[in-house]
Each structure stands twice: as C-alpha cells, then as structure tokens.
C-alpha cells in the first residue's frame, strides 16, 4: 500500500474544509462516499458544465480524473489558468483516502501560511 504524502500529519476525517475548495469528477458512488468525509467542500456534479464564474475566487480546485470527461476537464483546466486557481488531483480512487489527501495537503498548507 503507497503512503499517502502528508498523512504523518493529524488527519481526522471527516475533515472540515476551511479554504474555498472545488471539487470535479469522480463516478456517483465515489461522490456518494466522499461529500460527508469533506463537509465545506463543494462538488461538482459529473456531466454537467458549471458557470465558470463559480470557479472564479476559490482557493483550489481537486480533479478526480477517473470519471470526467475531457471537454469538462478541459474547461476547467481552462478557468484555472485564467484566474490562477491551483489544480490538484486526487491519486486514489478509494474515498477515504482521496479525502485523506485533501485534508493532509490542507493542513499542511496551513501551517506552512499559505
């Protein structure tokens, strides 16, 4: 089993999301799964494009990029670039351990004042 860069650190799930954190892709179940590890966070339905205006002002947007397809990622990736909103992936397809991820990137994030 891979460690997961940053669990050394305490993660409890289900972790409160503080920043404006974006959340795209993922099959219905893992969504299912994951919404309540992540309370603050908001997800984006699979299939249906968003107004790129609510991209505008988050802090992070995550890509599960197992289950999107690439006219959505593309726009998203799209929007990111415009407004300099940092991208990140989740490695996993397990929900905890993509929440596991958000939550040790977050924390470590914190303390290190960014």
């Keep these: 089993e891979q460690e997961i860069p940053g ?3 305490a993660v409890e799930l289900p972790w409160q999301v503080t920043r404006r954190v974006l959340i795209f ?4 179940t893992w969504l299912k ?5 992540l309370p603050g966070a908001r997800f984006f339905e699979p299939g249906s494009l968003p107004d ?3 991209l505008k002002g988050a802090d992070v ?6 289950a999107i397809s690439h006219k959505f990622f593309y726009r998203i990736i799209n929007a990111a670039r415009k407004w300099n909103i940092p991208v990140r992936y989740f490695g996993y397809a397990s929900a905890r351990k993509c929440a596991e991820q958000l939550a040790a990137e977050e924390l ?3 303390e290190a004042g960014v």
């Design 25 to 28: 892709g993922g099959h219905e």
């Design 108 to 110: 470590t994030d914190t």
């Design 61 to 66: 947007i995550w890509i599960q990029a197992n």
């Design 52 to 54: 790129l205006g609510a």
């Design 7 to 9: 669990t050394e650190l």
């Design 33 to 37: 799964a994951i919404r309540p590890l």
